[in-house]
């Protein structure tokens, strides 16, 4: 029986509640996953103060669940061939428990990245088998609308996400948002054992278990520079070595890739000049995307003071927004220029990290909501336009490894990208940090009255001399430290912004087609 035959066998059984039912098991799996991958930024402080990690460390959090979910997406095709979809579904289901059990469980930091990496490599299998159950369930003039409630899913879940992650932190506590998810994968598990096919390949597909052994060297070594560099320091033989073995890695994977029959991309795609700079807005934009997803919680946190729960709506309404959109901009889709459309998400892009870039303390609540309403349209508009004109530049054949080889790399924007950007952030706090200790002195009048205003109300409340003096200059260190975070906050939005605004040359370099060419 072949998968189609499954599938009208399924059909016979639950009749015209098949369709409905197999779409909304594949929306919530995924819509589950990519909770579990977004919430977890809400958490970023409370991580750091009980490991006592700095951010360059705590965003492997983020980040390696990112890559591992990308990487895994390459294991799919093989994985479903071998055991089939349901049978995958059901373990990769029970894989991402086990790893929520253990995240939730970790007494060591180590052990937190690791759950989160398991955990990544379950969502990654999980999004990529439900679009493909989906694919193959519908008829060709039904994938649209599938796919349209399908991805309305995933942009609910950006927003879902971080607010339920600060609600889960405020009452109960970072550790339970890995036990969150728990009860949709319940649901989730039970449908997929009753609507999902069972049936394998025939003859079992070939993989390239060695390209795929290298891609993982490549990026554990830039995973690893870039969380252990700012500590260790950048120069040294260990993160040298690191860089340099990442270097070899990626070179050798390419060099396999382009030389192989069996391999994982298909880079001989970017010989099509819109695939290519498709495929560099595809970059830019996963990296951008994913970056404000992680950074605005975090700064609301850390630089404006809200709670968990306050910083996790910042990123709600958005998506609320952009949801009820979609209908309207994939029509949008079929009736502008792609170009226009690309550059146009962009600027969008642009409008709403730019504010962030000069965002204090001070800035209210639903300036910052919208700022991220912003963001959020610049991705739902940006994302059917490159998808388009990426796949209408390729042949008929080569759609299917071309839309999963676009997906890669925007997955490894996200992945790499904010890895980077916390790397940089903490190198420019660092930077303003000690540019403002060194004016720290007696000439600095606003750091005297400062002093004199602290010290006047530790006196009052009864505090020695020498008790008063201690204190009042550790709360000018705190207010330092607080004034660098800030500013390098600020950095890192700006390099957002400047990173959306270059990325519209390569949309500039598109060839002009109509809508429909």
């Known amino acids: 029986m072949t998968d189609r035959e499954d599938d009208r066998a399924l059909a016979s059984r639950f009749g015209e509640a098949y369709l409905p039912l197999l779409t909304a098991t594949a929306a919530l799996a995924s819509f589950t996953m990519l909770v579990a991958g977004t919430s977890i930024g809400i958490a970023v402080p409370h991580v750091m103060g009980t490991f006592g990690v700095g951010q360059d460390k705590a965003q ?23 055991i089939g979809q349901r049978r995958a579904f059901a373990l990769n289901l029970l894989l991402f428990v086990g790893a929520s059990i253990m995240g939730a469980a ?64 405020e009452l109960f506590g970072w550790r339970y948002i890995f036990a969150a998810p728990l009860p949709l994968v319940a649901i989730a598990f039970v449908a997929g054992l009753l609507v999902l096919p069972t049936e394998t390949a025939d003859n079992l597909p070939k993989f390239d278990w060695l390209g795929y052994a290298i891609l993982i060297v490549a990026l554990y070594c830039v ?4 969380a252990e560099g700012q500590r260790r320091g950048w120069s ?27 391999s994982l ?27 404000t997803i992680y950074a605005v919680p975090v700064f609301a946190q850390i630089v404006q003071g809200l709670t968990p729960l306050d910083a996790g709506l910042l990123m709600l309404p958005a998506s609320l927004i952009v949801v009820c959109l979609l209908p309207a901009i994939g029509r949008l889709a079929d009736t502008v220029s792609p ?46 336009f490159v998808t388009r004109t990426a796949l209408s530049s390729l042949p008929a054949d080569k759609l299917e490894v071309g839309a999963g080889t676009l997906n890669f790399f925007r997955q490894l924007g996200a992945s790499l990208g904010t890895a980077v950007w916390v790397v940089f952030l903490e ?23 400062l002093l004199a205003g602290v010290r006047r109300l530790l006196t009052e409340i009864g505090l020695a001399a020498g008790e008063y003096q201690s204190g009042a200059l550790h709360f000018l260190g705190q207010v330092v430290h607080a004034q660098a975070s800030a500013f390098g906050f600020r950095d890192g939005f700006l390099v957002l912004c400047i990173g959306f605004l270059v990325a519209i040359v390569p949309a500039l370099m598109m060839r002009h087609r109509r809508p429909f060419q």
């Open 265 to 291: 991309l298909d880079l001989g795609l970017f010989r099509y000049r819109d695939f290519l700079s498709s495929a560099m807005v595809g970059f830019a934009v996963g990296m951008g995307n994913f970056g």
């Open 223 to 226: 995973m690893t520079g870039l």
């Open 60 to 82: 492997l959090m983020a980040t390696a669940f990112y890559i591992a979910m990308t990487t895994s997406q390459l294991l799919n095709f093989w994985v479903v061939a071998v």
């Open 339 to 384: 170009r226009l459309g690309i550059v146009v998400g962009l600027l969008l892009f642009a409008a709403g990290t730019f504010p962030m870039a000069i965002a204090d303390t001070n800035t209210p609540f639903f300036h910052i909501v919208l700022f991220v309403v912003f963001m959020r349209l610049g991705m739902s508009v940006n994302l059917p």
């Open 427 to 449: 190198i420019r706090t660092q930077f303003h940090s000690d540019a403002l200790a060194a004016t720290q002195s007696s000439a600095n009048q606003a750091s005297m009255e």
């Open 106 to 169: 970790a007494d060591e930091f180590g052990v937190v990245v690791f759950a989160r990496v398991v955990q990544g490599i379950a969502a990654g299998l999980i999004q990529t088998q439900t679009m493909l159950a989906i694919f193959q369930a519908f008829p060709k003039e039904r994938r649209g609308t599938a796919m349209g409630i399908y991805a309305a899913g995933l942009v609910l879940a950006i927003g879902v996400g971080p607010a339920l992650g600060g609600a889960v932190v």
């Open 236 to 262: 040294s033989d260990f993160i040298v070595a690191l860089f340099a073995g990442a270097v070899c890695s990626a070179g050798l994977f390419v060099f396999l890739q382009l030389s192989r029959a069996t």
